[in-house]
Protein backbone atom coordinates (compact mmCIF):
# COMPACT_ATOMS: atom_id res chain seq x y z
CA UNK A 1 0.00 0.00 0.00
CA UNK A 2 1.60 3.63 -0.83
CA UNK A 3 1.13 6.24 1.14
CA UNK A 4 0.19 8.25 -1.57
CA UNK A 5 -3.02 8.30 -2.03
CA UNK A 6 -5.52 10.56 -4.19
CA UNK A 7 -9.14 12.15 -2.34
CA UNK A 8 -10.59 14.56 -4.74
CA UNK A 9 -7.95 16.51 -6.86
CA UNK A 10 -5.91 16.46 -3.42
CA UNK A 11 -2.92 13.85 -3.60
CA UNK A 12 -0.87 13.87 -0.57
CA UNK A 13 0.77 11.79 1.82
CA UNK A 14 -0.97 9.88 4.40
CA UNK A 15 -0.12 10.02 7.67
CA UNK A 16 0.45 6.45 10.18
CA UNK A 17 0.77 6.35 13.42
CA UNK A 18 4.65 6.18 13.02
CA UNK A 19 4.02 9.89 11.91
CA UNK A 20 2.72 10.54 15.13
CA UNK A 21 4.91 11.96 18.49
CA UNK A 22 6.37 8.88 19.89
CA UNK A 23 5.12 10.09 23.10
CA UNK A 24 1.59 10.81 24.32
CA UNK A 25 0.17 13.80 25.40
CA UNK A 26 -1.69 12.14 27.64
CA UNK A 27 -0.37 11.73 31.56
CA UNK A 28 0.81 8.99 32.59
CA UNK A 29 -0.72 7.86 35.46
CA UNK A 30 -1.65 4.71 37.65
CA UNK A 31 -4.22 2.32 35.92
CA UNK A 32 -7.21 1.60 37.96
CA UNK A 33 -9.75 -0.66 37.14
CA UNK A 34 -12.67 0.41 37.50
CA UNK A 35 -14.50 -2.66 37.45
CA UNK A 36 -13.01 -3.10 41.26
CA UNK A 37 -14.64 -0.11 42.43
CA UNK A 38 -18.40 0.32 43.38
CA UNK A 39 -20.38 3.20 41.90
CA UNK A 40 -20.47 5.36 44.81
CA UNK A 41 -16.96 5.77 44.71
CA UNK A 42 -16.80 6.44 40.96
CA UNK A 43 -19.12 9.19 41.61
CA UNK A 44 -17.31 10.52 44.37
CA UNK A 45 -13.93 10.35 42.61
CA UNK A 46 -15.04 12.56 40.13
CA UNK A 47 -17.31 14.61 42.50
CA UNK A 48 -13.67 15.61 44.65
CA UNK A 49 -12.17 17.06 41.37
CA UNK A 50 -15.11 19.37 41.12
CA UNK A 51 -14.13 22.55 43.53
CA UNK A 52 -17.07 24.55 42.69
CA UNK A 53 -19.41 21.37 43.67
CA UNK A 54 -17.30 20.98 47.20
CA UNK A 55 -17.84 24.54 47.88
CA UNK A 56 -22.25 24.12 46.92
CA UNK A 57 -21.94 21.09 48.64
CA UNK A 58 -20.62 22.72 51.57
CA UNK A 59 -23.16 25.55 51.57
CA UNK A 60 -25.47 22.88 51.37
CA UNK A 61 -24.55 20.97 54.44
CA UNK A 62 -24.40 24.24 56.62
CA UNK A 63 -27.93 25.07 55.30
CA UNK A 64 -29.33 21.57 56.58
CA UNK A 65 -27.19 21.66 59.86
CA UNK A 66 -28.54 25.04 60.91
CA UNK A 67 -32.30 24.02 60.22
CA UNK A 68 -31.42 20.46 62.31
CA UNK A 69 -29.61 22.59 65.02
CA UNK A 70 -32.65 25.89 64.98
CA UNK A 71 -33.55 25.49 68.40
CA UNK A 72 -30.72 25.21 70.21
CA UNK A 73 -29.14 28.46 68.07
CA UNK A 74 -32.62 30.04 68.82
CA UNK A 75 -31.72 33.52 70.46
CA UNK A 76 -34.95 32.62 72.84
CA UNK A 77 -37.12 30.54 73.37
CA UNK A 78 -40.38 29.12 70.84
CA UNK A 79 -42.58 29.67 74.46
CA UNK A 80 -41.75 33.82 75.11
CA UNK A 81 -43.98 35.97 73.29
CA UNK A 82 -44.29 39.79 73.33
CA UNK A 83 -47.38 40.67 72.19
CA UNK A 84 -46.86 44.38 72.48
CA UNK A 85 -44.29 43.99 69.87
CA UNK A 86 -46.91 41.79 67.68
CA UNK A 87 -47.87 45.29 65.41
CA UNK A 88 -44.76 46.82 65.80
CA UNK A 89 -43.27 48.55 62.52
CA UNK A 90 -39.67 46.70 61.21
CA UNK A 91 -36.85 48.53 62.44
CA UNK A 92 -34.14 50.00 60.48
CA UNK A 93 -30.18 48.77 60.51
CA UNK A 94 -27.98 51.92 61.59
CA UNK A 95 -24.35 51.59 60.64
CA UNK A 96 -22.61 54.79 62.17
CA UNK A 97 -22.78 55.93 65.44
CA UNK A 98 -21.80 59.86 65.84
CA UNK A 99 -19.26 60.39 68.89
CA UNK A 100 -19.99 63.62 70.89
CA UNK A 101 -16.83 65.13 68.91
CA UNK A 102 -18.77 64.82 66.24
CA UNK A 103 -16.91 62.17 64.30
CA UNK A 104 -18.29 58.89 63.11
CA UNK A 105 -17.48 55.08 64.30
CA UNK A 106 -18.86 51.91 61.90
CA UNK A 107 -20.96 50.33 64.68
CA UNK A 108 -24.09 48.11 62.89
CA UNK A 109 -26.46 48.17 65.16
CA UNK A 110 -30.39 48.73 65.44
CA UNK A 111 -32.03 51.69 67.10
CA UNK A 112 -34.32 51.25 70.18
CA UNK A 113 -38.27 50.86 69.75
CA UNK A 114 -40.01 53.91 70.31
CA UNK A 115 -43.81 53.80 70.22
CA UNK A 116 -45.93 57.20 71.07
CA UNK A 117 -49.60 56.48 71.61
CA UNK A 118 -52.23 59.15 70.94
CA UNK A 119 -54.20 58.81 74.57
CA UNK A 120 -57.65 60.41 72.53
CA UNK A 121 -57.78 57.98 69.40
CA UNK A 122 -55.83 55.11 71.54
CA UNK A 123 -53.84 54.46 68.33
CA UNK A 124 -49.91 53.75 67.94
Known amino acids: MSTHET ?19 LKQGK ?4 AAIGPWRLVAGKLIRQKVAIVAGAIILFLYLVGLFAEFLAPALPMTSRP ?11 FFVEKPDGSSEFNFHVKGYKVEIDKVALRR
Open 7 to 25: FGNHAGPLHTVADGPSISP
Open 84 to 94: QYTYAPPQGFS
Open 31 to 34: TVST
